[in-house]
């Protein structure tokens, strides 16, 4: 093939160079100028923002949208829970003493929720391989009488925060019971659907998408499975009618006065037995 | 040569067996969100198979058929031996155990994050590891590719590396590029997460850091296609490539604007300014540029085979182009697709029209249109052209490879226009169920039914693809060697270096990356946001 010398490529680069950089970064300083300088102040103007703050909001260092004064929401908020989940309660659930939280344990808890975590009194919900978090949270909801409760409010005044986490995170460690192989099988269709699916046409969301076998629901969602059966009941009516209510959201106050008797009774009948 | 041929093939049958798998999953899914499937699956089973089907599609399909095909157009636009073979074997056997590690935790539940890595939502760390290992095994094919392509430049001083090649060694380095935003968001925020080594997590870093994968991947999956346009359907038809410099040019301009432009994924989060919105969104639309470019030299290269084929006026020389074969055939399927999914995609890129579509089903449509449309019935014809030279064996006849071609197409445009359309009315993604007795939401279910007939289009199209490329192989007729690659009107005897290398637009990249994301990243530093609470998935 002939070689037509028409320069060498070094020579043809050199404008390639140039123009490429100087084309690519004028694109880019037009959507500075415009982006950050030019439509944030004008857009400022007729929203009574000047220059300045409309820039710096348009960069992200100062906060808000340049077109819109954003309102502000003064009403005081009433929470139903005094826990937030912040870095520094998460800390105190991750330096809990599972040891120190036995001999509380030992000391107050043994009587009704037994040494493992298994319920020795009616009506008392098992403790044995619960969530950390929710027992931690429930706890500190009696101590702060977001949740009350004749003997627990008294008893968890009594116990600090440190100790509330070592509490939970012994029960919390305790093995989990096996499913009763006789109950398992014997849940309706419908309330299996509840569970799994919700009923939409009720707005109800099913159980399973915070009620999960482990963690994955939200943080403070106990863990159901092998629960005592009329321990469930008690509470969900209670949700119902609004006597207890330091679920966040309202969620449970919500779903559960949505449902009925037959439900509520079935919905325990399944959650005494566990998981399929 | 033959060990090439084994590699290449290995690559290819792991990419469409995923494939295949996910179409199913896929189907399944559409039958599930409609008045149909109301009984069937629960929500966990559907977020379960929506991971699987995404990282399916998304990771094994892509990085496989990419992998495959880079090493294919190695040794044959190249001609010559591939540097690294072993090596190409490793990356192969790592991203094998990468996609295991990733399978079983899908598997098993405890990965039902979706393909999306968007915490705090967290699953297993074996998912992640796994996507790593795939991840790296793609680098070291990177590096493979630029060593290629360096190699012969020393071996042909001064001649224009064939256009093959530079658009694959394009998508390489535009790759090592995408990836760094997911690595570092995996390796230091999610991987810690998912272990247990940290209790929060800072939710807008890692959404930007993803975003800055999250576009360009997609140019990744869709090079191959443009490579094909370029180099292989000018020659299928009959012809010749009009220009060999805007294809340079093309593969050049997707590297620089694929990369600083994934912030208007981020349009409706609250962690960004505006201006920093505007500058990407205005730096996406130059995106169209390579795509316009496209589209003109590929129809161009196309009228002149139709011309050279006989074709007369205005028109005439589309019906004389040879559509039965089925690179052409797939070509023009995949134009129309690229139009209207192109077209959806620029009310995504507009904030004030994104706001009305954020979320919904539109969405979904519009990548399903682009990628699984245009791109991957691409990837179909590129299988259809290469495998006959892979195994020395040829077709006895085109038809079903024709029918299936339009059976994807018809699927694609009837799956996807539906999901549009509802996307329009608000039907938001990424739900499990819709409950029809509502009555607003009981118009969507003939619709979301249309949907689910054209899934099963695309499940028939897929397992004839398969089958397609079973029967080849254990075809009686020999292939019969033709040349592959297109020849360029005027053939180029010397490019600028700018055209035949990377130097100076990776110069320009990270200039433009580093105005595009500089301060979008460091704020997180200068001034930590609270942050989230890691949920974990077990």
Request: charged share 10%; glycine share 8%; aromatic share 12%.
């Amino acid at each position: 093939m002939s070689e037509p010398r028409i320069s060498e490529p070094h020579v043809l680069d050199q404008p390639w160079r140039v123009w490429a950089t100087v084309t690519v970064l004028a694109i880019v300083i037009i959507g500075v100028i415009l982006g950050v300088v030019v439509i944030p102040v004008v857009q400022g103007r007729s929203a009574g923002i000047d220059a300045y703050t409309a820039i710096c909001r348009a960069l992200g260092i100062l906060p808000g949208s340049p077109a819109e004064p954003q309102p502000f929401d003064r009403t005081p908020s009433t929470p139903v829970s005094q826990v937030t989940w912040t870095p520094e309660v998460l800390q105190i659930l991750a330096r809990a003493d599972p040891e120190r939280g036995r001999a509380k344990v030992a000391e107050v808890c043994v009587a009704c929720h037994g040494e493992q975590g298994v319920a020795v009194v009616p009506e008392v919900p098992n403790l044995a391989g619960q969530s950390g978090a929710a027992i931690y949270k429930q706890l500190h909801d009696y101590r702060t009488d977001s949740r009350t409760h004749p003997q627990m409010s008294v008893i968890a005044k009594a116990l600090e925060d440190a100790q509330i986490a070592d509490v939970a995170a012994y029960y919390a460690g305790q093995p989990k019971r096996n499913p009763d192989p006789a109950t398992l099988a014997e849940s309706p269709a419908a309330i299996v659907r509840l569970v799994e699916l919700g009923d939409p046409a009720r707005n109800i969301p099913p159980c399973a998408a915070c009620h999960r076998p482990g963690a994955g629901g939200p943080i403070e969602a106990p863990i159901l499975s092998e629960q005592d059966r009329d321990y469930l009941i008690a509470q969900l009516k209670m949700y119902a009618s609004g006597e207890r209510r330091n679920d966040v959201y309202g969620r449970m106050r919500t779903i559960a006065a949505r449902l009925t008797p037959a439900e509520i009774a079935g919905l325990a009948r399944y959650y005494r037995a566990g998981f399929k | 040569m033959r060990n090439v041929e084994r590699l290449c093939l290995a690559h290819f049958w792991v990419a469409f067996g995923a494939f295949l798998a996910a179409a199913v999953l896929g189907t399944w899914q559409m039958w599930v969100r409609s008045p149909l499937g109301a009984d069937v699956g629960t929500p966990g089973q559907y977020f379960m198979s929506v991971t699987a089907h995404g990282v399916a599609m998304g990771y094994v399909l892509t990085t496989f058929f990419i992998m495959g095909f880079g090493y294919f157009v190695a040794v044959t636009a190249l001609a010559r031996p591939l540097p690294g073979k072993a090596w190409a074997w490793f990356a192969f056997w790592m991203s094998i155990v990468g996609v295991i590690m990733t399978t079983v935790p899908i598997a098993t539940g405890s990965a039902s994050v979706l393909f999306t890595f968007y915490p705090p939502l967290t699953g297993s760390p074996w998912f992640y590891i796994g996507l790593v290992l795939v991840v790296v095994g793609s680098w070291i094919w990177c590096v493979l590719m630029i060593v290629a392509m360096a190699a012969w430049k020393r071996e042909n001083a001064g001649r224009p590396v064939p256009l093959a090649m530079f658009g694959t060694v394009a998508n390489a380095i535009m790759w090592l590029w995408t990836t760094v935003g997911v690595a570092a968001e995996l390796l230091f925020q999610v991987i810690p997460a998912a272990l247990g080594l940290t209790q929060t997590i800072d939710v807008g870093l890692a959404r930007t850091l993803f975003s800055w994968t999250l576009h360009a991947i997609v140019y990744f999956w869709l090079l191959p296609a443009y490579i094909a346009f370029y180099t292989m359907a000018p020659r299928a038809a009959g012809g010749r490539l009009y220009s060999d410099t805007m294809g340079r040019l093309t593969f050049i301009l997707f590297l620089i604007y694929s990369l600083p432009v994934g912030m208007h994924h981020l349009l409706m989060d609250p962690e960004h300014g505006n201006g920093t919105k505007f500058i990407q969104v205005l730096l996406t639309a130059f995106v169209s540029a390579p795509t316009l470019l496209t589209i003109f030299t590929i129809t161009a290269s196309l009228e002149i085979a139709g011309r050279l084929r006989g074709g007369r006026g205005l028109f005439g020389w589309i019906a004389a182009l040879p559509w039965d074969r089925p690179m052409v055939l797939a070509v023009g399927l995949s134009f129309v697709m690229l139009g209207f999914g192109g077209f959806g995609g620029l009310i995504n890129m507009g904030y004030g029209m994104n706001a009305m579509i954020h979320n919904t089903s539109w969405v979904t449509a519009h990548f399903h249109l682009i990628f699984g449309g245009s791109v991957v019935i691409m990837y179909f014809a590129i299988a259809y052209e290469i495998w006959p030279r892979l195994t020395g064996r040829g077709y006895t006849s085109l038809a079903p490879l024709r029918a299936q071609l339009w059976l994807w197409f018809i699927g694609m445009m009837v799956m996807t226009l539906p999901w549009h359309w509802l996307g329009l009315q608000g039907q938001w993604r990424r739900v499990a169920n819709f409950n029809y007795a509502d009555p607003i939401i009981a118009g969507w279910g003939p619709w979301v039914i249309v949907s689910f007939v054209a899934g099963l289009v695309l499940l028939a199209s897929a397992l004839l693809f398969v089958r397609n490329l079973l029967v080849l192989h254990l075809s009686p007729q020999a292939a019969i060697a033709r040349p592959l690659y297109a020849l360029a009107v005027h053939p180029p005897q010397r490019v600028p270096a700018a055209l035949n290398g990377f130097a100076l637009w990776n110069v320009l990249v990270l200039i433009v990356m580093a105005l595009a994301y500089g301060y979008p990243i460091a704020q997180f530093a200068i001034a930590p946001s609270p942050s989230a609470i890691v949920h974990r998935i077990e």
